[in-house]
């Protein structure tokens, strides 16, 4: 298996870790077919591949490779782009990748805080089911401003850590992927 750098690397030790990382996503919550996908764009030197790139190296069907695209773009883990002079879409995979799944939680998380915020209207602060759910509110707000927190001090780390170099190499040429959502 070569690269586009010119990179060879043993095919079964890729195979291998796309498998073994895949499963620890899968234990994690991740559907097993996202998760392959997922790994095999970041095992990619580019974190591009095509439909028929990501087919091949999984040995899965192109139908397979779209629904898992589908799904890690509602969940702002990859991003479809079309490749130049052709219809043909290529799938890319962020630096930011962690960063966007977790931003896209944090939508998920003040969803269930207001939620929360009206079960404990309905059920009463001082009713046992109410405290629990105030708790639970408390855990969740207070999840919500370490996380946002954290990300930035993660920001100052990477620049420490990575520098211009732990951009995506999209973001270095100028170009901007298009989003399934936009």
């Known amino acids: 298996m070569a690269e586009p750098g010119g990179t060879v690397r043993d095919p079964e030790a890729v195979s291998r870790f ?13 559907p097993r077919m996202p998760a392959r996908v997922f790994v095999a764009l970041l095992a990619s030197d580019d974190g591009v591949l095509t439909s028929a790139e990501l087919s091949e190296r999984l040995r899965i069907s192109p139908a397979a490779v779209s629904g898992a695209v ?9 991003s479809r782009e079309r490749e130049p002079g052709s219809r043909r879409e290529r799938y890319r995979v962020h630096g ?5 799944a977790l931003t896209n939680r944090e939508a998920v998380i003040r969803r269930w805080e207001g939620a929360l915020r009206e079960g404990i209207a309905s059920l009463g602060r001082d009713t046992p089911a109410g405290r629990r759910l105030a708790e639970t ?18 920001h100052g780390h990477r620049r420490n850590l990575f520098g211009d170099a732990g951009e995506d190499p999209g973001a270095a040429s100028g170009q901007r992927p298009v989003r399934h959502d936009e």
């Open 18 to 30: 796309v498998e073994n990382f895949a499963a620890q996503l899968v234990e994690a919550g991740l």
């Open 70 to 78: 589908r799904y890690m773009a509602r969940q702002h883990m990859v």
């Open 96 to 100: 930011e990748q962690w960063y966007e």
């Open 137 to 154: 509110l408390a855990f969740f707000e207070f999840m919500e401003k370490e996380l946002e927190a954290m990300m930035e001090r993660w």
